[in-house]
């Protein structure tokens, strides 16, 4: 753990390490969300800018990763983190319930994410900057279907959208979550494991948000306790 309270790390990411939950019909902040209690567990430097509703076009197109690179501080040990993709993965549902017999992007198309993510990889990388990625919590189709779509847009439409099959909301989102581990792997990136953790659980639903797309307070407890594992055994995950 020496050389991780010795480096510098900035998170670039969503809602999800920005610690944002949904409770009560309101949108909260947590105090203790994962990444406040990876760093103060691990006593890691962490600069979080994480914000509701970053896709990884919003940050190529906002010059993130460039004003970062510019403003390091070359003399430290800089690690980008990298948790992006679940909105990236999304649709404008109101548009899909509109024509949904017509073919829809995401916000994200995946090869275009395949992209992007490679060159910020690589950008990052020639500049010094070791590169550290996450993948993406699962998702509960029918809550998300439920209680963000439904409020949203004609559920019945973008049901014929997505063919009667709502499970294929969770295949979509698993889709961009195949693709950051394999940008990561491809490129000799460190992974920060936080999906498989749910994946285990047989009370998956007891971490997770009536929206089913942020973990709860519980949830973030259970991110935070699986990352500082991953760091303490120094298994093929550490920063």
């Known amino acids: 753990m020496e050389k991780l309270q010795k480096s510098k790390i900035t998170i670039f990411g969503d809602s999800i390490p920005k610690g944002i939950i949904s409770e009560d019909g309101q949108i909260k902040t947590l105090d203790d969300s994962a990444v ?8 890691l430097d962490i600069t979080n800018l994480s914000s509701y ?3 990884l076009s919003k940050v190529i197109n906002r010059n993130y990763i460039d004003n970062y690179i510019d403003n390091i501080d070359r003399t430290c040990d ?3 983190v990298i948790s992006l993709g679940g909105n990236d993965s999304d649709y404008d549902w109101c548009n899909v319930a509109k024509t949904p017999n017509d073919w829809h992007d995401p916000k994200t198309t995946p090869d275009s994410f395949r992209e992007g993510l490679i060159n910020i990889i690589k950008k990052l990388q020639s500049n010094g900057v070791r590169v550290v990625i ?3 919590m699962p998702i509960n189709s029918t809550r998300y279907y439920n209680n963000v779509i439904g409020k949203i847009a004609d559920k019945d439409k973008v049901l014929e959208f997505l063919k009667g ?5 969770y295949r979509h989102q698993e ?3 195949l693709i950051i581990t394999d940008c990561a792997r491809d490129n000799n990136c460190r992974i920060l494991d936080i999906r498989e953790a749910f994946l285990y659980s047989t009370n998956y639903l007891d971490y997770l948000c009536q929206d089913g797309i942020h973990p709860n307070r519980l949830g973030h407890k259970k991110i935070a306790e699986s990352v500082i594992k991953q760091l303490k055994n120094n298994v093929n995950y550490v920063i």
Request: proline content about 0%; overall charge negative.
């Open 36 to 43: 406040t209690i990876i760093a103060k567990e691990c006593n």
């Open 175 to 177: 889709l961009y979550n």
């Open 134 to 136: 996450s993948n993406i």
């Open 78 to 80: 800089n690690i980008a």
């Open 53 to 55: 509703g970053l896709t």
């Open 165 to 169: 099959d709502i499970d294929n909301i």
